[in-house]
């Protein structure tokens, strides 16, 4: 399978607390992105970086990438009760994305 | 701009009978994804198509599972003689022509099938 995996595979944290999830991926990428999945719905495109980047930032989100480890993470800092939701990283092959298992992050008020 | 609509959002269907899902892309978009999320997975790439093309289908089950994206009207994903493993959230997702615009996908709300 060429299916990602993450880690962990479910966070609770406080509000205010970083969460950090991990993704690792298998194929060679163009890019690499993170969803969003809020319970029952459908994805939120969060933040995209290139295979020639290593770290990018956008708001509370910090995205680092490792191409030589085939890996990446996501830390969301100053967590929000509103963050809670599922993420999925995908990494950018071609024509397709190819998804990560997910991480449920639970942010407790 | 109206985002990706796909419809219905929710379908039961019985085993052996007939679903069929649609989706239409943003305004300007030609290219056309679907995914399938089983219960506490992943989205796993099904089918890529572009006005009346498959470019990768590589995804599909080889089996009762067909997709199409004519010239006029929404993507449709049809899905024959269902299964109870058929039941799971099918996302339609779409990109604007252009090798760099291909980077992002934008998704739709998702059609929840169950299969009694």
């Known amino acids: 399978s060429q299916q990602g995996e993450e880690d962990p595979q479910a966070l609770s944290i406080q509000e205010g607390e970083n969460a950090t999830m991990n993704c690792s991926y298998k194929?060679?990428?163009?890019?690499l992105q993170w969803y969003r999945q809020n319970s029952g719905r459908g994805l939120v495109h969060l933040i995209l970086?290139?295979?020639?980047?290593r770290e990018k930032h956008s708001g509370r989100l910090r995205v680092t990438l490792d191409t030589s480890k085939k890996s990446s993470s996501l830390l969301i800092t100053a967590s929000r009760a509103a963050d809670t939701a599922s993420y999925f990283c995908?990494?950018?092959?071609?024509?397709?994305?190819?998804f990560g298992t997910g991480t449920r992050l639970q942010v407790f008020p | 701009n109206a985002g990706v609509m796909q419809n219905p959002r929710h379908l039961v269907r019985r085993r052996g009978q007939e679903a069929r899902l649609r989706c239409s892309p943003m305004?300007?978009?030609?290219?056309v994804y679907w995914y399938r999320q089983l219960p506490e997975e992943g989205l796993k790439f099904m089918v890529y198509?572009?006005?009346?093309?498959?470019?990768?289908e590589s995804g599909m089950p080889k089996e009762r599972f067909s997709a199409e994206f004519p010239k006029e009207g929404p993507s449709i994903l049809r899905i024959q003689q269902v299964v109870r493993g058929d039941s799971a959230a099918y996302f339609c997702?779409?990109?604007?022509?252009?090798?760099?615009?291909?980077?992002?996908?934008?998704f739709g709300p998702g059609t929840r099938l169950t299969v009694l």
């Open positions: 997702a779409s990109s604007p022509p252009g090798l760099s615009s291909q980077d992002t996908q934008y």
């Open positions: 194929t060679s990428i163009n890019n």
């Open positions: 970086i290139r295979s020639n980047e």
């Open positions: 995908a990494s950018h092959n071609t024509d397709k994305l190819i």
């Open positions: 305004k300007g978009h030609s290219h």
């Open positions: 198509l572009q006005k009346e093309n498959i470019i990768d």
